[in-house]
Structures are given as structure tokens and as C-alpha cells.
């Protein structure tokens, strides 16, 4: 069924519009409409366009009518416009069928219409990454985007690692929320963090060292919004380098030391983070997840 995408760069500048242009024609070719924001090569610096550019993509996303909002690439600049959103405004285009969609520094965006809305946005592919690349897109991918632009998607489910197996069935109902740990971290103690409590938590990461993801966890713990979840759910972590320093301390150590921090169970291997294999996830619906033995389950059912 034919769907309309509109396209827009709230975050990091385009550098290779050759990449937009690639993701686009992909779309079409899946039979779809699709639409440039006016703004979607801007460049302002590091950023598509100074902060009341970027401001104004995001309310013509909101104004657009398209069944679906997707960002061009996430980088940096979001958490510097979410004072000027106007949340009002994504809430009703979100109420009215559209789904916005992105991963990376689209997380503060995703958080803060959370918190101030309540309504459901969508962590998932963007338009550079994941269908402007050079061979061909994943295809959990893009089944899983297209599960979304229909209304079709009720869930996912991955395998926990054999460690993590569970001697008896998880079933852990609350609201999905997260997205990428750096951002979430950096919002702790701000108007745009959500207040979500027996929530279950998805984290994720890129270029960043597992000491860093351990510090940017102890904020979280500290400011005490580990605590008040249900289930923490992991995605990937990718694209650091371990150094000689560590003496054998890795991403597993910090996973390991989580679970002696919190009581909620600690899960991993999640299809999602900046990996060409993700799934779709609703940021701020109410959500189950089932696990048994190393089967993990999250499910949503259907999505208005």
C-alpha cells in the first residue's frame, strides 16, 4: 500500500546527498511517495541548518500530513531545539496516524515528546544509514519499516545469548522507552526526560567505550531511573576499540556489574542500535516481554 515518507534533518548536517538521493529512490521503488523537506541539505557548521531551520523542518514534518516522518541521519543537535518544539503540534500529527521515525540524537526528540505528551514515536532506521547505503539494504530492516508504514508491526524477538537463558518464562508488561544511552544520560535531570515508572528501558550505543557506557549508566542508576524500571533491554554497542589499559575489562564486565545494581533483570542482543540489522521499536507504548529459555519477546499488538 502506497504511503507517503517526508524526510527531514533535525540533527547533523548531509555531507553526501548522494545518499539521500540513493534512500529516496529506494522508497519509491518500494511504492512510495516521498518528500524532501525544503531544508533537508542545509548546512549551518556541523549542523543541516542553525537551530531555527532545524526547528522549522520538524514542524513541516508535523504539518505535512505524510503517514511517516523519517530523518535523513541522527549525529548532534537535537537536545539543542527541544525547548523550542512545539509538542503540541507532534502530538497531533502523532494522534492523527503519523509515525516519526529514527534512532540515534533523534532520541531527545523521541524522549521529550514522550514526556510532554505522551504520545508514541518510533526508534528505527534512518533514511542515510540504513537505505542510502551503497549494496542493498538489510532485509530485516527494511521488512520491519515496512511492517511500521503499513500499521502491520506488532512486535520482535531475538536470542538472549546462552548465558542469559532463563530457567523459568519473564512476563513483564510497561511502557517502552529509551533509545541511544548517551542522549538518555544527557537528559537525566532535565524537563525531558520521561518519568517512566516499571517501565522497560532499551538502551544502545556508538563510538562509545564500555567505561563510558558504564558512566553514563551510573547517572542513570544514580539520578534513580534504573531503579524504577521493570526490565532493562540492551540493544548494540558497537564501533569502539578496546585499549591495553583495560586488562580484560570489556562491555560484558559493565553488563555484569549492571545486574548487581538493579533488581529488574538485565537482557541483551536486541536487534537495534547502529547495526544494519534493526527492528522497529514504539518509544512510549505499552509493551510485553515474554522470555523463555533464550527466546525474548517484545510485543505490542497493534498501534493506532
Known amino acids: 500500500m502506497t504511503k507517503r515518507i517526508y524526510i527531514f534533518s533535525p540533527s547533523s548536517a548531509i555531507r553526501d546527498k548522494a545518499v539521500v538521493r540513493r534512500g529516496a529512490a529506494r522508497l519509491k ?6 518528500e524532501l523537506d525544503e531544508a533537508v541539505f542545509a548546512i549551518h557548521m556541523r549542523f543541516a541548518g542553525d537551530d531555527a531551520t532545524r526547528l522549522a523542518a520538524i514542524h513541516r514534518a508535523a504539518a505535512s500530513g505524510a503517514d511517516v516522518a523519517l530523518i535523513t541521519r541522527g549525529g548532534y543537535g537535537l537536545t539543542r531545539l527541544l525547548p523550542g518544539i512545539k509538542y503540541k503540534a507532534v502530538a497531533k500529527a502523532v ?11 533523534f532520541t531527545a526528540f523521541q524522549n521529550a515528546v514522550l514526556a510532554k505528551t505522551g504520545a508514541v514515536t518510533w526508534s528505527g532506521p534512518a533514511l542515510g544509514e540504513d537505505f542510502g547505503v551503497e549494496g542493498e539494504p538489510d532485509e530485516i530492516m527494511q521488512a520491519c519499516f515496512e511492517d511500521l508504514v503499513d500499521g502491520r508491526g506488532e512486535g520482535t524477538g531475538w536470542q538472549l545469548p ?13 511502557v517502552l522507552w529509551g533509545g541511544n ?3 538518555v544520560s544527557a537528559l537525566a535531570g532535565t524537563p525531558w526526560l520521561p518519568q517512566v515508572k516499571g517501565g ?20 542513570l542508576l544514580y539520578a534513580g531511573v534504573l531503579g524504577k524500571q521493570k526490565a532493562i533491554v540492551l540493544g548494540h554497542f558497537t564501533n569502539y576499540k578496546p585499549v591495553p589499559h583495560d586488562k580484560g575489562y570489556r562491555l560484558q564486565t559493565v553488563v555484569d556489574w549492571l545486574r548487581t545494581q538493579v533488581k529488574a533483570p538485565v537482557f541483551t542482543g536486541l536487534p537495534f542500535g547502529h547495526v544494519p540489522t534493526k527492528v522497529a521499536l514504539p518509544v512510549g507504548a505499552k509493551v510485553h516481554l515474554a522470555v523463555e529459555g533464550r527466546d525474548a519477546f517484545l510485543v505490542w499488538g497493534h498501534l493506532h
Open 181 to 183: 544511552l548517551a542522549i
Open 29 to 34: 521503488a518500494l511504492g512510495h511517495e516521498v
Open 95 to 105: 494522534h492523527g496516524g503519523m509515525r516519526f521515525v529514527g534512532l540515534s540524537d
Open 162 to 174: 546462552k548465558p542469559e537463558a532463563q530457567a523459568k518464562p519473564v512476563n513483564i508488561k510497561g
Open 200 to 219: 522497560i528501558l532499551f538502551l544502545e550505543d556508538v563510538h562509545e567505550h564500555p567505561y563510558r557506557v558504564e558512566r553514563m549508566l551510573t547517572q
